[in-house]
């Protein structure tokens, strides 16, 4: 795991610089460029990092209990339970984190991306 290294690895800073190239030829700033860098955060090196992974996410076994969790969810948070039911995930897309898809990732990419654009002006 990346986040387990106790330095950076020296690829990654040529990765980094080549992110850099890429933008500032694009017409951007290094100003833009360097905050660029801190929205892509993980997603740079082609992975979203969950903050979080509920322990369900593991493979719930108990059908009832795993039931049971989802009704109080349903009555506490409404909104994001309903969210959670209308967003199931595709099985084919492939799972990036206990919570991450490829079809996110891509999407979130392409929010930046726009963003970046608009800054760009």
Known sequence: ??????????GVYAYYDAIIATLRDGGFSYRIAHRALHAFGSLALGFAQEVFRPASAGGQTDVDAAEAELAAMAEALPQLTA???????????????????????????????????????
């Open 1 to 10: 795991m990346l986040s387990s290294r106790p330095t950076i690895p020296a």
């Open 83 to 121: 969210m959670v039911a209308a967003e199931a995930h595709d099985a084919a897309d492939p799972t990036l984190g206990w919570c991450d898809r490829q079809v996110e990732f891509e999407f979130t990419l392409d929010l930046l991306f726009d963003g970046l654009e608009q800054a760009r002006g």
